[in-house]
């Protein structure tokens, strides 16, 4: 489909809210409020509530009517990766923020709460505001949004995103559905095309690449005419994201002029490797899905010869294949007149976590191995100190009262004693 951002001609299923936690999921929830379309009266779609500790970091995000900012007050410093101070800072400002959102967000088809796995402020308020929403009638309008962090983020980062990724996946059947953004996923597919490029320059690809991928998804289920096959509309888009469990989003383009429909090679491993690897993570066990949509948008030229009775019928043999438990497969074809390729679009929802869950324990593992063997390990410089004992000293002559540290060593001496348990010494007392 053409860029998506640029044409006036097209409609939207949803309207988003975007709960942006922390400085990634701010960061997401910023970029999905931004994206400008040429919609009539829509020009930008989406709405995003941002809240954060760290006072520096919300003020990087520009002034927008459809943006509001709320900076915790007591926390300006941030949550320092600590997920209790996290916790406790979205705790304090509940009230605050729960009138904000329910303001806010009153309007809203569905409300995404946003947060990068990982840090302090993000990470340790997701369930809260969770919780919060729930509490405030959006029981059936709220989902996740959630990054994993990359392989080189350090074991705190790690055990932190774990730590709350645990709970989340006990209460998992209780919630709508979850989004995974596989930062380490992302961030392989862009260091191939640009190598030399800074984390920064990654972070911002990244966050455009996802507030596309979903504000596409929204877009081609309300755009389009169907002419075959089943018409997945916005209800049946909103009814997917209500789907507990995890959900993953794919998209493939042709050159039509690229298919021959009479030959299933030229299309039909391409359709079923987009699915296994998905846009924003992958490693699902898709067997188990319990919904899974597909749709297909040609220039009506392309669609006429493309979506004949086998083509068809070949993709939903397909995703028949991968997900046989899922009770509903609709698959729709559209035309789309300012189209130029054929673009498919497929959604899987009702998924278990993904494999890349299993790699950060194994990094949390392998982290801890280490750790023990380097502090386990004695310390033969601290057992070559601790075996040192200091000579007694010489006498002292009783005239010392030209020794100009007498004084001090006193002040020391008596400032030892009073300062009791917070001394870091006591322990060798
Ligand atoms: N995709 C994406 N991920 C991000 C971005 N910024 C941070 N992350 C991810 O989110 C994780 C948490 O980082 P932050 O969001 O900065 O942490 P925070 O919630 O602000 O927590 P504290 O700074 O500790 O208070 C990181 O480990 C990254 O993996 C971003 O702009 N885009
Ligand atoms: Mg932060």
Known sequence: MRNVLMRNDLSLSLKFGFLGLGMGGCSIAYESATIRTQITNNHNPYTALLINTNEIDLRKFKEHSNVRKLQLTGFEKGAGRDIAIGEAAFKQHRETIQREAVEYFADRDFVWVTGGLGGGTGTGSILEAIRMLYANGFKDRCGLMITLPRDNEGSTVIENALD????????????????????????????????????????????????????????????????????????????????????????????????????????????????????????????????????????????????????????????????????????????????????????????????????????????????????????????????????????QSPSTSDDPFAASSEVASTKQSNDGDVDPFSILK
Do not use: W
């Open 164 to 395: 709350r990724l645990q709970m989340i996946a006990k209460a998992m059947n209780n919630l709508g559905c979850i989004l995974v953004v596989d930062n380490q996923k992302l961030y392989n597919d862009f260091i191939k095309e640009q190598s030399q490029a800074s984390i920064s320059e990654y972070l911002d690809y990244s966050n455009k690449y996802i507030a596309t991928a979903l504000h596409e998804i929204n877009v081609v289920t309300a755009s389009f005419n169907p002419i075959a096959g089943y018409h997945f509309d916005s209800s049946e888009l909103l009814n997917t994201f209500r789907t507990p469990g995890l959900i993953s989003i794919s998209k493939l383009e042709f050159a039509s002029n690229s298919i021959d429909t009479a030959n299933q090679s030229t299309f039909l491993p391409d359709f079923k490797r987009s699915i296994e690897r998905g846009t924003l993570s992958d490693g699902y066990n898709l067997a188990k899905s319990s919904r899974i949509a597909v749709s297909m948008v040609a220039h009506p030229n392309a669609a006429k010869r493309i979506f004949s009775m086998s083509f068809i019928n070949s993709i939903e043999t397909t995703i028949e294949g991968l997900s046989p438990m899922a009770k509903e497969k609709p698959v729709a074809a559209y035309e789309d007149p300012n189209g130029v390729d054929l673009s498919i679009y497929t959604i899987v929802a009702g998924l278990g976590l993904p494999n890349r869950v299993n790699q950060l324990v194994d990094k949390a593992k392998e982290a801890q191995e280490k750790a023990d063997d380097v502090f386990g390990q004695v310390d033969s410089t601290l057992s070559a100190l601790s075996g040192f004992t200091r000579k007694k000293p010489f006498e």
